[in-house]
């Protein structure tokens, strides 16, 4: 069974860094086509994809945040990181870690973490 | 890099069927795209991925209700018999290169 959780702060100030954990089970970081992604729900509003590494290693951010964003994976852990730099208030939001896994010529999610309520204030 | 397009809102009765759409923007009409259901309170939950002619690699304990279709770079969700549970946002998403979401479905069961 394919599970993710994410962990990491509930509250952090304006200004610092937020770094959460992915912690997967029911399959390896390492196995070819698959991978993890990060996305984020400010409350009320729709998902916005974060990040991405693969199996390889190769990364991948969204534009308009990739100089904020940083992922890492630690594959004997089982655990994928993020880190996301000057952090502010509409950052505030669920942060989720998902599954991503290619089939059919498209990487698409397939499993999704529990989510984590992280808000930004002074 | 393709944009999603979900209508807000929709509604149905309990017991009919409803479709709700995602249309991919210009260029981007065979892209294949996966169905993600999120309840209230809860997290997004993968329903199934979109190819061209069906569903493809159902998520687990997603019930038959849930069906696909296309037509040119329109995708559909057909829920049938729509239950209670049914009540949630749904969210298409696809990939190039980076991923994307539409902007999400809120069906309101009435």
């Known amino acids: 069974q394919v599970t993710l959780k994410e962990s990491g702060p509930v509250l952090v100030k304006p200004t610092e860094t937020l770094t959460l954990t992915c912690t997967v089970a029911?399959?390896?970081?390492?196995?070819?086509?698959?991978?993890v992604t990060w996305i984020r729900q400010p409350p009320g509003k729709a998902l916005e994809w974060l990040a991405h590494?693969?199996?390889?290693?190769?990364?991948s951010y969204t534009q308009r945040l990739r100089d904020r964003l940083n992922i890492s994976k630690d594959t004997s852990r089982s655990q994928v990181l993020l880190a996301m730099t000057n952090m502010d208030p509409v950052d505030t939001g669920t942060y989720y870690c998902a599954r991503v896994s290619y089939s059919l010529g498209s990487y698409n999610v397939d499993s999704w973490g529990q989510g984590t309520l992280v808000s930004v204030s002074s | 890099q393709p944009v999603l397009t979900q209508s807000s809102s929709a509604s149905a009765s309990l017991g009919s069927s409803v479709t709700l759409t995602c249309s991919l923007s210009?260029?981007?009409?065979?892209?294949?795209i996966a169905w993600h259901q999120q309840q209230p309170g809860k997290a997004p939950r993968y329903l199934m991925k979109h190819e061209g002619s069906g569903a493809y690699n159902r998520g687990s304990g997603v019930p038959d209700r849930f069906s696909v279709s296309r037509s040119g770079a329109d995708r559909y969700l057909t829920i049938s018999n729509v239950q209670s549970e049914d009540e949630a946002d749904y969210y298409c998403e696809t990939w190039d290169k980076f991923w994307v979401f539409g902007g999400g479905t809120r069906l309101t069961v009435l």
């Open positions: 590494i693969f199996s390889n290693d190769d990364k």
């Open positions: 210009s260029g981007h009409s065979n892209y294949i």
């Open positions: 029911g399959f390896s970081l390492n196995n070819a086509g698959m991978g």
